[in-house]
């Protein structure tokens, strides 16, 4: 459907442009805005006002200052997995932008087993922050390493569980054709607003977001990095260029998941349908192929505005809390929602 | 590759993926056996894994390339992992990691790949098999939930009773 024929190498290195801008954009303002000014705000002070109006330039001030620091690694620590851990995360990222649709036509990937494969490609992170806690040889990196691997194991079931509602709600593990799904339904035969998922799943939307937000390791999920008791966990060693890495990534998987959340429960890049009287994905207009990101992009600011609404509120849990609170209410929980979707699937 | 190259539609692209990758994993196994460090050697296992997921997107099963990265990389490694770094994690060599009879070990691999080998042959042959035919994800379920819905049950019933049994050996009250 594009309007020039591009040749193969060429649309690959589109496509690998557009995942680094999806990637590091969403992680450049989730900083700024909301680390640097909405949390300074909330606690009476100014944030960063030197570098550029209103502190706009520090982000790149931030970054020549990491960039030119000494690379240090520990005496003891295991030297090639120690470099390789901040890059198994990061891949991690990059892989999983990789099946969210941006626009009729504008989307890297469309992939069947879309949200299968999310899923799949957002364990890999584990292995990343595992690695790290380990080859730093120093027990505070190893706790957290632990800690944050049993963390995102006890939390990535329940966000499994909290998107199978979706699933058997859109019939499809398609992301683009639940965004289509979204944008084309109707509720009770009323489509002025298609059928965002987050009315009938909205027990799965709060779970998934729960469960993201303890995959980030934010507060109040951040007993992994716990700066006052583990000094950071599995990042004590890092510094230059490596942490800059660990730090790029965890804003850029909060925006990838963001944009993820809006895909399956928020309508997508999409409008809905009968607004414009298209009835499927070929009646769209090409324009959408440019607005479909930057409604994506507003979606997914007012989601990390939660998520950051969330973080910068919250004490942290203890340890047994955060365990049981995944086992004991979340994964229950989905199950139930599961079960109820099924039934109401089936009877409807 | 063999097969391939006697059928008269050959993919050179992915006969050279095929074998670069299996190269790949080749080393990588070896090194599952060889390294002086359990956890260098449990990476080198997720390397191992990686290649045959990556070996399967190019046989165009891209929902079996998922499960196995979801099963092997994101939980049974992980999980191994874990279970390594809680236990005895060292940075470093370690010297006590061959068990003594470690030689028993080839006969027993030997007799592995020859009984592989004989199946698989015995099975095929020299059957050439359609150029590879996409099969959709809903395509893969339907097959599961209609005629294979027993096996599954009785797989899962299995799986059932795993964890069922793990839970009452960790269990100590």
């Known amino acids: ?348 | 590759m063999l097969a391939a190259a006697a059928s008269t539609d050959i993919n050179v692209a992915e006969n050279i993926g095929f074998g670069i990758i299996a190269a790949l994993m080749i080393v990588a196994a070896i090194n599952v056996v060889r390294s002086s460090n359990v956890v260098h050697a449990a990476l080198s296992l997720v390397a191992v894994m990686a290649g045959a997921a990556a070996q399967y997107l190019l046989l165009a099963a891209e929902f079996v390339a998922v499960t196995q990265v979801l099963v092997y990389i994101g939980a049974v490694m992980i999980l191994f992992l874990f279970g390594v770094m809680l236990t005895r994690a060292r940075v470093g060599r370690e010297t006590d990691l061959n068990n003594k009879s470690w030689a028993l070990g080839i006969p027993v691999a030997l007799l592995m790949l020859g009984s592989m080998v004989y199946v698989l042959l015995k099975a095929f042959g020299t059957d050439h098999l359609d150029p590879v035919a996409q099969v959709s994800t809903a395509e893969l379920s339907d097959s599961i939930f209609k005629p294979f819905l027993l096996p599954f049950w009785a797989l899962s019933f299995v799986l059932l009773a795993a964890v069922i049994g793990a839970i009452v050996l960790a269990r100590k009250d």
């Not at chain 1, 990491?66 to 120690?82: T, V």
């Not at chain 1, 329940?158 to 699933?167: C, F």
């Open chain 1, 1 to 348: 459907m594009f309007a020039v024929d591009l040749p193969y190498w060429a649309q690959s290195l589109l496509r690998v442009l557009g995942g680094t801008v999806a990637v590091l954009l969403p992680a450049g303002t989730i900083v700024y805005l909301f680390l640097f000014k909405m949390m300074s705000f909330m606690q009476s002070r100014l944030g960063p006002m030197e570098a550029g109006p209103y502190g706009s330039m520090q982000l790149f001030a931030e970054v020549g200052k990491w960039l030119q620091k000494e690379d240090i690694q520990p005496a003891k620590a295991d030297k090639r997995i120690f470099k390789m851990a901040p890059l198994i995360v990061l891949v991690s990222t990059f892989l999983l932008v990789a099946v969210v649709p941006f626009g009729p036509d504008a989307y890297f990937t469309n992939f069947d087993a879309g949200v299968f494969y999310m899923l799949a490609v957002s364990s890999i992170s584990t292995l990343g922050i595992l690695i790290a806690g380990w080859s730093s040889a120093n027990k505070y990196s190893l706790l957290g390493g632990l800690r944050a691997a049993g963390q995102l194991i006890a939390y990535e079931l329940p966000m499994v569980l909290a998107v199978l509602g979706v699933v058997i709600q859109a019939e499809t593990m398609n992301m683009q054709t639940i965004v289509l799904r979204q944008n084309a339904g109707a509720m009770f035969g009323w489509n002025g607003l298609g059928n965002p998922y987050i009315l009938t799943q909205f027990v799965g939307f709060v779970i998934f977001m729960i469960a993201v937000q303890a995959e980030l390791t934010q507060a109040p999920f951040d007993m992994p990095i716990a700066e006052s008791e583990l000094v950071s966990g599995y990042m004590t060693e890092y510094s230059g260029f490596r942490f800059l890495i660990f730090f790029i990534a965890e804003f850029a998987t909060a925006g990838v998941f963001a944009l993820i959340a809006s895909v399956l429960f928020l309508g997508g890049w999409g409008v809905p349908f009968s607004w414009f009287g298209w009835h499927g994905v070929n009646d769209v207009a090409n324009w959408m192929n440019i607005a479909g990101p930057l409604i994506m992009f507003t979606k997914m600011m007012v989601l990390t505005f939660l998520m950051m609404w969330v973080r910068f509120s919250y004490p942290r849990f203890r340890e047994d809390q955060l365990q049981r609170f995944a086992w004991k209410v979340l994964i229950p929980v989905a199950l139930l929602n599961i079960m109820v979707t099924a039934v109401l699937k089936v009877v409807f």
